[in-house]
């Protein structure tokens, strides 16, 4: 059964480059005939180049004039990619490491140390941080909002501490959605397809003399992946592998299977005028299947591998207003809810935010931009603690002050900007974050510099965790009774991150734009595991290793990262990006032989080159091809091979009101692994991918 639909997935993917070329062959007769600029469904470089981007500055300022690597992911651009989720969107950034663990978890860090637990990597949707502080990272799987009402992703890669805040050291992402006045009508999309075994969403948008308003409401469900080499693997000393897991031969299919539902609303009030009032609130319920290993329970063993069933549940209220006094003035004013709750095999925990960001902006004062900026967030924490994970609950808050200067100079061509952020958390009191950055730019070109300091705080877990996990090192000589006990009793402290970073854009005709951006990032007092082997005699004998999360390495990356747009015909757009990253970790200031371990995990967290290639092409009025190419190369240290992505989407619209594509991914390989193991769960193979949808709008 196997072999035969692999053959009709090969029968497939012939017809759909088959089609591809003979719409390439018929472009050029097609596009003089029926081509208009008013006709084109992509986004010209014209358009992008003059988009208003809020997330380097907190302020609205065009992309092109932007002093920092930004990098715009456009609704048209995920809607030709054929993505099924924002992670998958996120490919299309250079300088982000995007991939996937299994069927429902991703792990995804911008410039390096990527993994489960990336903690250098702020996200936000609309301005509200969904990072989460028990662990520094963020829950991918719970992720999610219907493609098509995200207006843009604007992706910085780099430090955004100075306007952010803390854990914005390495980016920031800003997953921007539409306004309830975008569009009006009904909206109703749906789909299937191999592994996506069913989604769909439904959109009503109308207006109430000034108030536009949005409801939406959507549900998905995906299959689980693949069963590889790695099932049964002690997840901590390669060189000792467990038995294998328990009804799982390689090439079985997994449980990791992901469905869930998510509602929403949007209002805006006076979108037009000088006051702008936004309300947005949503509330998602997810279960997600988990292959992983049970945690050892003191006294009573070591217990191997589980399958079970995650869940994941949330609902956030965000309340927005903007009201400009004066051409010079503007207030700006947000507050949010958000809560969520985790009920995983081993993490039970529900979360609770509040938070109140306001800020003043002050345009062309004597030649200058200045920001001034506050906020205040308390979070409320509850664990109910199972026998191999345990956090107290607690509340803690945060809040911070900034500034941000920017002086323009000779009309308008150079600008001078520097700024600071003042904060204080509730685990190493003040931190400060200065930025200095210079941009000289026209409307066809820009080159800037930028330094800054930016910090990552100590989390949660890192004050108060106590759990554990299987041995390593000379715990491998006794897999059934020995563990290792790991701590986080609060010494860990702030990590100091130091970017240096030069870039331009240049748009050397009417219809292309290429940047490149270089950099140099210094880590001071990365954090991570060390064995405190002061009383290792007594370790031994009770088989138990305590470790502590504690500040152990220093360390340095750099890298080159470059991306360029080209429309050479109105019917035809060509883009990619080239990602180069070199990191490097010593184990100071500990250096006591274990360290070694994580200084090699961390600089094989992301591969060295990356790089992407799409094209999209109108050949004619109501028929839309496109192709997407992903290069990522060895990473691991050679545990994760290097690997070509080729996504293919085909999209027709026989009426105005309809839209129906067809899309296949990863089609050239079968199946494939894109990380190991973490300490969470398996990974597993991701297999190829066919699924068809339509859409259909009422207006």
């Known amino acids: 059964m196997r072999h035969y639909v692999f053959a009709w997935k090969q029968n497939l ?20 005939e029926r081509y208009s600029a008013d006709d084109l469904l992509s986004m010209n470089v014209e358009e992008l180049v003059n988009v208003k981007v809020t997330t380097l500055s907190k302020r609205e300022e065009t992309y092109m004039s932007t002093a920092g690597a930004v990098f715009v992911i456009t609704n048209d651009d995920i809607r030709r990619s054929g993505v099924r989720s924002i992670p998958d969107a996120l490919r299309l950034a250079p300088g982000l490491q995007v991939s996937q663990t299994n069927a429902n978890q991703f792990q995804i860090g ?16 609309d301005g509200r941080p969904i990072y989460n502080t028990t662990f520094s990272g963020i829950w991918w799987v719970a992720q999610n909002y219907p493609l098509e009402d995200i207006e843009r992703i604007e992706v910085v890669r780099g430090p955004g501490g100075v306007i952010w805040g803390s854990n914005a050291t390495n980016g920031v992402i800003n997953i921007i959605t539409k306004q309830a006045g975008a569009s009006k009508g009904i909206r109703i999309s749906g789909g299937a397809g191999t592994e996506e075994k069913g989604f769909g969403n439904i959109s009503i948008a109308s207006n109430i003399g000034d ?18 080499s790695n099932i049964g693997a002690n997840l901590t000393f390669p060189p000792f592998n467990g038995p294998p897991f328990s009804g799982y031969a390689v090439g079985d299919e997994t449980p990791d299977f992901r469905r869930m539902k998510q509602q929403g609303f949007r209002l805006d009030w006076g979108a037009d005028s000088d006051t702008h009032f936004s309300m947005h609130g949503d509330t998602y319920q997810m279960r997600a299947g988990q292959l992983g290993y049970w945690l050892p329970t003191p006294g009573t063993g070591f217990h191997w591998n589980y399958a079970g069933v995650n869940g994941f549940s949330g609902r956030n209220l965000v309340t927005r207003l903007e009201h400009e006094l004066s051409p010079h003035i503007k207030l700006k004013g947000q507050l949010f809810y958000d809560q969520y709750k985790v009920h995983t095999q081993f993490i039970r925990e529900k979360k609770e935010t509040y938070d109140g960001d306001f800020q003043v902006d002050f345009r062309n004062v004597m030649h200058q931009n200045i920001s001034l900026g506050t906020n205040l967030r308390w979070y409320r924490s509850h664990f109910d603690n199972t026998p191999q994970f345990q956090m107290p609950s607690r509340t803690t808050s945060m809040k911070s002050f900034f500034i941000n200067d920017e002086l323009v100079l000779l009309d308008g061509l150079l600008r001078v900007i520097g700024g ?4 204080r958390n509730s685990y190493t009191g003040w931190e400060y974050q200065p930025s200095a950055r210079i941009v ?13 300091k930016s910090v990552r705080t100590p989390n949660d877990i890192e004050n108060g965790l106590t759990w554990n996990r299987k041995g ?25 991150v130091y970017t240096y970073e030069i870039g331009g854009r240049l748009r050397p005709t009417k219809n ?12 001071k007092g990365v954090l991570d595991w060390w064995q405190d082997k002061t009383n290792w005699a007594n370790n031994v004998a009770n088989k138990q290793t305590i470790e502590y999360l504690t500040n152990v390495l220093n360390g340095d990356a750099d890298g080159v990262e470059a991306n360029f747009r080209y429309q050479p015909w109105q019917w035809m757009t060509l883009k990619g990006s080239y990602t180069y990253l070199h990191q490097y970790y010593d184990d100071s200031p500990i250096k006591d032989g274990g360290t070694i371990w994580t200084v090699r995990s961390n600089g094989g967290q992301d591969p060295r080159n990356r790089f992407h290639m799409g094209v999209s092409l109108n050949p004619h009025e109501t028929l839309e091809l496109d192709a997407n190419l992903y290069y990522t190369g060895s990473f691991r240290e050679g545990d994760i091979l290097t690997n070509h992505r080729l996504d293919v989407r085909i999209g027709w619209k026989p009426v105005d009101a309809l839209e129906i594509s067809a899309v296949g991914q990863d089609l050239f390989k079968y199946q494939h692994q894109e990380n190991t193991n973490n300490s969470m769960e398996y990974s597993s193979m991701i297999q190829q991918r066919y699924y068809l949808m339509a859409t259909y709008t009422y207006n």
Not at 13 to 32: E, K, N, T
Not at 110 to 125: E, N
């Open 420 to 423: 600071v952020k003042v904060e």
């Open 512 to 523: 292309s734009l290429i940047e490149v951006a270089a950099f140099k990032t210094k880590y």
């Open 13 to 32: 993917i012939q017809a759909l480059l088959l089609l591809g070329l003979v719409g390439a062959l018929s472009m050029q007769a097609l596009a003089a």
């Open 110 to 125: 911008i410039r390096g140390q990527t993994d489960f637990w990336t903690d250098l990597l702020l996200v936000m949707v």
């Open 472 to 496: 390593a090192g000379w715990c491998s000589a006794f897999p059934d009774i020995c563990m290792v006990t790991q701590t986080g009793d609060g010494r860990a402290q702030s990590e100091d």
């Open 440 to 452: 000289a730019s026209d409307d066809d070109w820009a080159v800037w510099v930028a330094a800054s």
């Open 211 to 228: 108030l536009d308003f949005r409801v939406y409401g959507m549900q998905e469900n995906r299959h689980g992946g693949l069963a590889g």
